[in-house]
């Protein structure tokens, strides 16, 4: 057999098995449902958030606007990804597992979607608050590191072991992103003045972001105390459309309304001391 022949062979179960997933979502109402809502939310949250920008003119300030309005574009190119069934796929469970030996939908596409928008979330928390860039990198990269990890804990198949200790290794990226929040930028913030609208901000990132490890452990990709893949998808985008539209609202319409504060803190944070 020639190797065109052989590519095309090949090829053919790929296009069979993406079709077959999106006949799937698009039949399961509570997943399909679960997808749509966020595309339009997301719809909305752009055309909104062009809206609420477009006064915006300090440089800090458009810094902000530009990385909150990225999590709206990032999530509707994501989520059309997933109900097309681009970004998701059929995975057999491994021994050990509650459905071990099943084929389980898996929407490995969130993760992508997460590793895109939420270092958006954490530029404009850390812009915010008037973070040094050191204390930035690492947040964003140990949250790059949170959900690159997390993919790889959903799509292991050749171990239920190896699930749970990239799960694990994800977590522990995790708990720096939470230390930062919660201790060095907090701090930040207070010394720049934006203590009060970041602690705001602070509480809905990490109340929220606290949900998705739950819902994994939970759901089918971990114990399968959940096995409906329509509920654990709803779980996941009402996670996201608090995490990111609400959140960014927020810290939009305090951007708009506080411009003068934002670029204040970019200008004065890291100033000398004055000579005496």
């Excluded at 990225?70 to 509707?76: G, R």
């Excluded at 954490?122 to 050191?134: K, R």
């Excluded at 207070?190 to 609208?197: F, V």
Aim: aromatic share 10%; with cysteine; hydrophobic share 55%.
């Amino acid at each position: 057999m020639s190797a065109t022949a052989e590519l095309s062979v090949g090829s053919i179960p790929i296009q069979v098995t993406q079709s077959e997933v999106f006949s799937q979502i698009q039949g399961d109402l509570l997943l399909s449902s679960s997808l749509w809502a966020n595309i339009a939310l997301a719809g909305l949250s752009i055309l909104l958030f062009v809206y609420m920008g477009r006064r915006v003119t300090s440089p800090r300030a458009r810094l902000i606007w530009g990385a909150t309005l990225m999590i709206p574009l990032v999530s509707v190119s994501s989520y059309t990804g997933l109900v097309s069934g681009l970004t998701v796929g059929l995975i057999e469970m491994p021994a050990g597992h509650a459905l071990a030996g099943e084929e389980v939908l898996s929407q490995w596409g969130r993760y992508l979607t997460w590793a895109l928008s939420t270092p958006m979330i954490l530029l404009a928390l850390g812009m915010l608050a008037d973070v040094d860039f050191g204390s930035l990198f690492t947040v964003i990269a140990a949250d790059i590191g949170m959900c690159v990890t997390g993919l790889a804990a959903a799509l292991v198949t050749s171990s239920y072991l190896l699930r749970w200790v990239f799960y694990g290794i994800s977590c522990a990226f995790f708990l720096v992103v939470l230390y930062a929040l919660l201790t060095e930028w907090s701090a930040a913030a207070t010394a720049a003045g934006t203590g009060e609208i970041f602690d705001t901000l602070r509480v809905l990132t990490v109340v929220l972001w606290l949900g998705y490890p739950v819902v994994w452990a939970v759901g089918v990709e971990g114990l399968a105390l959940v096995q409906s893949v329509g509920l654990t998808s709803w779980a996941y985008s009402a996670l996201d459309i608090f995490a990111k539209y609400v959140f960014s609202f927020l810290l939009l319409r305090w951007v708009a309304d506080n411009e003068r504060a934002v670029a204040g803190a970019g200008s004065t944070a890291g100033a000398a001391p004055a000579d005496d």
